[in-house]
């Protein structure tokens, strides 16, 4: 696998992500598609079935709306491997990231087709403790962004084939019917939701932030004097967006008033300064900047409290979101590798020794879980490897793979989706 230069990112973030289809994989269990094992069988112990029940802790897309990576579920352990592979459709392509609730996981997806000016979208939903296809919606024409999950409610994000305007959609949770649908300027990513709130950034000529409740009435729209690439981050009291030119907006999550502005990341002449979604914790922000850093900023004003650099030469590499827990920051990158730091004062703990995806981990209750060139790997919280498992990604001369495959933490399970529409649930045996 090749790396990403500046340029070549830039171009594919200004293009929306789209990927080329990979056929093969196993496909769903559902009504009207054909039906095949898992592979392998879905794992039997009782600890991960008791996992299931409603008493579980369930989790949204990034786990939280500071977009923290950070899942009280603990990390496979033992004798662990796939439990099951799953991909939805004929020919799907341009997935979303997997998020988990308390019974499925959920994808949405582009089913491939000659003229992507009619691509459509569907949203999936697979069993999380088997595996088989429950959920098949058609969202729309166009492309899938991003999708978000809070108690009952299913929140969706498509752009239309011209990248001009974007698709919210609410549907339930367990039918997969549409609540309400909401037509917006061009969207970054998936919302952030806090407090039954559901925060957008729009794009291009609009660049605005827009705030939903969760029954479709608008909030607030408040202007942004900037570009995003990326996802916003919020927490109860505000709304974060970075800004291509290093700067971070910050407005107040209730009114949508413009709280501050600063400069976080340090400049660069090339690219977007940010094109990794900055993190919200505990009063901090976490930034990722072009320049091979991470950046922690007061939340409340936006002063710097340390700047680390991550990677000692400037490859060009876009930084990808950290994963943060009570006390260290999680970065995954290219040449640097998996990168622990000290969030109290930005000293650099350890880095693993191999390098990997610059796609975000997710850490959980003891240790990471990254992906590392055609792996997925978890470490304990030193450098410690405890497990590594294989996860092809496809090399037909794009990046577009690379920068998708995503990693989320439930029921004591690690959740991969790939680029290609494919899902792998990774677990222990015992």
Same mark, same amino acid.
């Given at each position: 696998?090749?790396?990403?230069?500046?340029?070549?990112?830039?171009?594919?973030?200004?293009?929306?992500?789209?990927?080329?289809?990979?056929?093969?994989?196993?496909?769903?269990?559902?009504?009207?598609?054909?039906?095949?094992?898992?592979?392998?069988?879905?794992?039997?112990?009782?600890?991960?079935?008791?996992?299931?029940?409603?008493?579980?802790?369930?989790?949204?897309?990034?786990?939280?709306?500071?977009?923290?990576?950070?899942?009280?579920?603990?990390?496979?352990?033992?004798?662990?491997?796939?439990?099951?592979?799953?991909?939805?459709?004929?020919?799907?392509?341009?997935?979303?990231?997997?998020? &988990?609730?308390?019974?499925?996981?959920?994808?949405?997806?582009?089913?491939?087709?000659?003229?992507?000016?009619?691509?459509?979208?569907?949203?999936?939903?697979?069993?999380?403790?088997?595996?088989?296809?429950?959920?098949?919606?058609?969202?729309?024409?166009?492309?899938?962004?991003?999708?978000?999950?809070?108690?009952?409610?299913?929140?969706?994000?498509?752009?239309?084939?011209?990248?001009?305007?974007?698709?919210?959609?609410?549907?339930?949770?367990?039918?997969?019917?549409?609540?309400?649908?909401?037509?917006?300027?061009?969207?970054?990513?998936?919302?952030?939701?806090?407090?039954?709130?559901?925060?957008?950034?729009?794009?291009?000529?609009?660049?605005?932030?827009?705030?939903?409740?969760?029954?479709?009435?608008?909030?607030?729209?408040?202007?942004?004097?900037?570009?995003?690439?990326?996802?916003?981050?919020?927490?109860?009291?505000?709304?974060?967006?970075?800004?291509?030119?290093?700067?971070?907006?910050?407005?107040?999550?209730?009114?949508?008033?413009?709280?501050?502005?600063?400069?976080?990341?340090?400049?660069?002449?090339?690219?977007?300064?940010?094109?990794?979604?900055?993190?919200?914790?505990?009063?901090?922000?976490?930034?990722?900047?072009?320049?091979?850093?991470?950046?922690?900023?007061?939340?409340?004003?936006?002063?710097?409290?340390?700047?680390?650099?991550?990677?000692?030469?400037?490859?060009?590499?876009?930084?990808?979101?950290?994963?943060?827990?009570?006390?260290?920051?999680?970065?995954?990158?290219?040449?640097?590798?998996?990168?622990?730091?000290?969030?109290?004062?930005?000293?650099?703990?350890?880095?693993?020794?191999?390098?990997?995806?610059?796609?975000?981990?997710?850490?959980?209750?003891?240790?990471? &879980?990254?992906?590392?060139?055609?792996?997925?790997?978890?470490?304990?919280?030193?450098?410690?490897?405890?497990?590594?498992?294989?996860?092809?990604?496809?090399?037909?001369?794009?990046?577009?793979?690379?920068?998708?495959?995503?990693?989320?933490?439930?029921?004591?399970?690690?959740?991969?989706?790939?680029?290609?529409?494919?899902?792998?649930?990774?677990?222990?045996?015992?």
């Amino acid at each position: 696998m090749v790396s990403l230069t500046r340029r070549q990112l830039l171009r594919q973030t200004v293009a929306g992500g789209s990927v080329l289809a990979l056929a093969g994989c196993t496909a769903p269990s559902v009504s009207n598609l054909s039906g095949r094992e898992s592979v392998p069988k879905p794992f039997t112990n009782d600890a991960y079935e008791a996992s299931y029940t409603t008493a579980g802790r369930w989790l949204m897309e990034g786990h939280d709306g500071g977009r923290t990576g950070y899942a009280a579920s603990t990390i496979p352990h033992g004798d662990v491997g796939v439990a099951w592979l799953r991909r939805p459709g004929n020919d799907p392509y341009g997935a979303t990231g997997p998020i &988990v609730g308390p019974e499925r996981v959920y994808i949405a997806y582009v089913e491939s087709s000659d003229n992507s000016e009619s691509s459509e979208v569907y949203l999936a939903g697979f069993d999380a403790e088997s595996g088989e296809q429950q959920l098949d919606v058609n969202l729309e024409t166009g492309r899938a962004v991003g999708i978000s999950l809070v108690g009952e409610t299913l929140l969706t994000v498509t752009r239309g084939p011209d990248y001009k305007q974007a698709t919210l959609t609410a549907l339930a949770r367990d039918d997969g019917s549409t609540l309400w649908t909401e037509t917006i300027p061009d969207v970054t990513d998936s919302p952030a939701v806090v407090d039954r709130t559901c925060y957008l950034a729009t794009r291009d000529e609009d660049n605005a932030v827009y705030a939903y409740s969760l029954d479709g009435a608008q909030q607030w729209r408040t202007p942004i004097d900037g570009e995003s690439y990326t996802a916003t981050c919020a927490d109860s009291d505000g709304v974060y967006v970075g800004l291509t030119d290093g700067r971070i907006a910050a407005l107040d999550a209730t009114t949508g008033e413009r709280r501050w502005s600063e400069q976080i990341a340090t400049p660069d002449e090339c690219c977007p300064d940010i094109q990794g979604t900055p993190t919200v914790a505990d009063g901090r922000l976490y930034v990722p900047g072009i320049a091979e850093e991470l950046v922690a900023a007061d939340a409340t004003d936006g002063t710097v409290l340390w700047r680390t650099t991550v990677v000692d030469e400037d490859y060009g590499n876009a930084i990808p979101s950290p994963a943060v827990t009570a006390e260290t920051a999680y970065m995954n990158t290219y040449h640097g590798g998996l990168v622990a730091i000290d969030i109290s004062d930005g000293s650099i703990r350890w880095r693993s020794a191999e390098n990997g995806f610059n796609q975000p981990p997710a850490a959980g209750d003891g240790g990471v &879980v990254v992906p590392q060139n055609d792996s997925v790997v978890a470490y304990e919280a030193n450098d410690s490897q405890t497990w590594d498992i294989e996860i092809t990604v496809p090399d037909i001369g794009m990046a577009g793979y690379i920068m998708n495959t995503d990693v989320a933490l439930a029921h004591g399970m690690c959740y991969v989706g790939i680029a290609d529409g494919r899902i792998y649930a990774i677990g222990n045996r015992e």
